[in-house]
């Protein structure tokens, strides 16, 4: 009998907790909402270029706002840690940056608002109202059902989005190739001279590896409607192409954020495009290699090339470095302080 009155009262608190949770769902869309209206409206710059924290009045007179709107916002920003209250020399209260707002400047090395511009932008939101048909037996990948082509087809296509796609992936491109150089700098002294990086996008990467490391000399090479728009950079040639054809040879290839993109098929045919390299790196966002890979692909890798070395990025609110080499030469890549996890 108590029990029974414990179960049903179980189920009650359930059921409310249910009755706060579907709120989430039914207005999960409002936080990348909010960031991007604050990116658009330059919150971040604001207070940046504000000496002490900003007062809501400073703000909203800064940036041409509707006061009452703007701290609707800016309440929203606070409660998900985008900037933080502090008292002003006037005793009221001020907004200053938190590391998690500073992510929403347009400039500098943090910068993840040309990200989250993409994400939001209404192009790459429609490929979500496909998601059932991906999942559906036979269904067609989300952003071909709402373009009928794939991404790249559409960035040649349209020269605005070709520019936002190619600013986010810097964003990311940025913090992943500071975070390889710092913690594994011998990889890149083990005679690299040349190193290509095979779907660079706008030469970011490459930017920085020739930078921190002088002697190499840098090809950056993606689709030619990318290489074409991209900015010079000393140490970096540009080379426009399609990796499915051929691949400029190198000492060494670097295929970051390219592969999860394609299929097994695929992958082996991009591959085999640099299999004369004596190095490849590659480096993956979230995906696990062992259950990415199929193993016919995995031992085609071993047979293929001298060296091989996956840097997974595995944990998404920190830079967590993990390895993967499948080598024949058992080279010391100086990177043996970093999690293994060969499989
Ligand atoms: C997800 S982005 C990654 C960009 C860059 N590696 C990074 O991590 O920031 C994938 C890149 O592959 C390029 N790409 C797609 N198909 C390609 C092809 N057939 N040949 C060369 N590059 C290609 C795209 O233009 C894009 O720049």
Redesign the pocket.
Known sequence: MERTSRDSEMKEEEDVQAGVDIWKYVLGFAGIAVVKCAIELGIAEAIENHEGPMALSELSSTLGCVPFSLDRIMRFLVHHHFFKEEPTIQGTAGYVHTPLSRRLLRQGEDSMADYILLESSPVMLAPWHHLSSRVRVNGTAAFEAAYGGDI?KY?AANPAFNRL??DA??C??RL?VSAIIESCPKLFDTGIKTLV??????G??LGKFVKAFPWIEGIN???P??VSVAAKCEGVKQVG????DSVPKADAVF????LQ?WNNDDCVRILKKCSYMDCLFS?FKSVNFSSFFSFPLQKFLIGSVKSWAVIHRVDVAGWHLKKERLDGNNLNLGYDHLTSTIS
């Open positions: 790249w960035a796609i190619n992936m810097a990311d491109a992943a990086d095979v779907g660079g996008g706008n970011t990467a090479f993606d689709l409607h990318v192409g399609d990796m499915f295929i970051m954020k390219v993109d480096m």
